[in-house]
Nanobody, 121 residues
């Protein structure tokens, strides 16, 4: 049973940056893609970004392309989401997740508990 713990959320002004981290423990996870998802109040959960096993390919939602960067360091069991030029529309609870396969598919095996990101002046 893998356990994922997100950190790094908080309150930031529009145009600011945050760096979210996802710590993975409890077993072997380097053969799986890792995704970041978010859920804003009153909206469905949506995929934000994903990185495949091995880290050689990444995917981003159109709304965050050019502003967010995902990376993984399997040696320290961490996946990071660097978020720049944040807007109020990025306000949401952000979740990291272990996906079902080595490629990005949005089929999730394990979820983290989430971290709140609020973008407001």
């Amino acid at each position: 049973q893998l356990e994922l713990v997100e950190s790094g959320g908080g309150l930031v002004q529009p145009g600011g940056s945050l760096r979210l981290s996802c710590s993975v423990s409890g077993g072997t996870w380097d053969k799986y893609a890792i995704g970041w998802f978010r859920q804003a109040p009153g909206k469905e959960r949506e995929g934000v970004s994903c990185i495949v096993a091995g880290g050689y390919s990444t995917e981003y939602a159109d709304s965050v392309k050019g502003r967010f960067t995902i990376s993984r360091d399997d040696a320290i069991n961490t996946v990071t989401l660097q978020m720049d030029n944040l807007t109020p529309e990025d306000t949401a609870v952000y979740y990291c997740a272990v996906e079902m396969d080595y490629f990005c598919s949005d089929y999730v095996l394990y979820w983290g508990q989430g971290t709140q990101v609020t973008v407001s002046s």
